[in-house]
């Protein structure tokens, strides 16, 4: 083997975090594809009657300005969708998972930013919840960005920083 940094296995610097989001990325691809395959079906929010951002289990900020909403099924994502496109309000739609670790680690994220950008239309759409709706979507979590009724901007995988600096782009 040989190794081209010249340094031996041992001495070369190994980034654990970017292994970990890896590892979780393809967890949540994997998982993802099986549930496109009715293989799979992990999320248990049926069970606690809870949908959308509720179902998540997460303690979230509050949302103060009225722009942050959760489509509860594919009829509540067209109809936002519909409105979106209608009003030509900038905005942002999250399509996560429940049980993807990663969506659950950028959503409270994705919520305090709906009050730092007021103007901004954010919408989370559960890919189980929204099967029909999001089929398209091949990762979670992603993120799609709207101007003028039209999609503009896509964001595949999580990031605070990324998610600001997009936001900040299309408001």
């Not at 009829?75 to 670790?101: D, F, R």
């Not at 990663?102 to 929204?130: G, H, M, R």
Request: aromatic residues 8%.
């Amino acid at each position: 083997m040989v190794n081209l940094h010249g340094n031996s296995p041992l001495e070369t610097p190994f980034d654990f975090k970017g292994l970990k989001f890896i590892l979780l990325s393809s967890l949540c691809w994997i998982l993802q594809e099986r549930r496109m395959e009715g293989g799979v079906s992990l999320s248990n929010n049926e069970e606690k009657g809870k949908q959308g951002l509720e179902g998540t289990g997460l303690n979230l900020p509050v949302n103060h300005h009225g722009n942050l909403k959760s489509a509860s099924s594919d009829q509540n994502l067209k109809e936002i969708m519909q409105n979106i496109k209608s009003s030509k309000t900038p905005a942002v739609i999250n399509y996560g998972a429940s049980w993807c670790h990663v969506c659950s680690q950028i959503i409270p994220a994705f919520c305090k930013l709906s009050n730092d950008f007021p103007k901004l239309s954010f919408v989370y759409a559960d890919i189980d919840e929204c099967p029909e709706t999001t089929q398209h979507i091949r990762y979670t979590p992603t993120f799609h960005f709207f101007q003028d009724g039209e999609r503009v901007d896509e964001m595949l995988g999580a990031g605070e920083e990324r998610l600001h600096d997009r936001l900040w782009l299309h408001s």
